[in-house]
């Protein structure tokens, strides 16, 4: 009976590691080996993140194509010429007047507003009044934004004539605005 016993306790102990093998293998197999491509997955989005890092830093370091030789604004462009206020404030009513002309736009008023004066530039401005059709507009306040030096629209204000039978495209508009160019101060 002792053998028998003996053999009982020794197949126990293998069972039971055969067991605790087992467990372990399904432990590794459960946790290790998911753990690990969870790893390796952040590896490869690190990797792809620096890649993209990589080609962001190329791009930015090599020169535009699509851009010309870089654009330098000179004081000229932006301000009114430096002459007095009045002939300032002359110079843009001749130069809106043309414009309106030009575009289509028929004017029945402008009037000067106050010059509003800060450390850095002096605002000149005039208020026009006027009626054109949409597409009048759109052309005059292209060539208003457009123009050197700079001008500012302000203050748009539009009111449709349309009568019963012209569609709104055509109609006619009332047009009130300001429009603003700016100067260095007088010392």
């Known amino acids: 009976m ?10 126990s102990r293998a069972a039971a590691l055969i067991v605790l093998a087992l ?23 690190v990797a792809t ?18 851009v010309s030789a870089p654009v330098t604004v000179t004081p000229a462009a932006l301000l009114l010429p430096d002459v007095s206020e009045a002939q300032a404030v002359g110079q843009l009513q001749d130069r809106l007047k043309r414009f309106a002309a030009s575009d289509g736009i028929e004017l029945q008023g402008i009037q000067v507003l106050p010059r509003a004066e800060t450390t850095a530039v002096t605002r000149l401005g ?16 292209y060539a208003v934004e457009t123009a050197e030096p700079a001008l500012l629209v302000d203050n748009l204000r539009l009111q449709a004539r349309a009568t019963g039978a012209v569609p709104a495209a055509a109609a006619t508009l009332d047009i009130q605005l300001d429009v603003v160019g700016f100067r260095m101060p007088e010392p």
């Open 23 to 45: 467990l372990l293998a399904l432990a590794y197999e459960g946790l290790a080996v998911p753990y690990l491509a969870y790893v390796d997955g952040l590896d490869a989005r």
């Open 126 to 141: 005039v208020r026009l009044r006027g009626s054109g059709d949409m597409p009048a507009l759109n052309r005059f306040l």
């Open 2 to 11: 002792t053998r028998l016993g003996e053999l009982g306790r020794g197949s």
């Open 49 to 66: 993140r620096q890649s993209v890092l990589d080609r962001m830093r190329a791009l930015s370091a090599a020169p535009d194509p699509h």
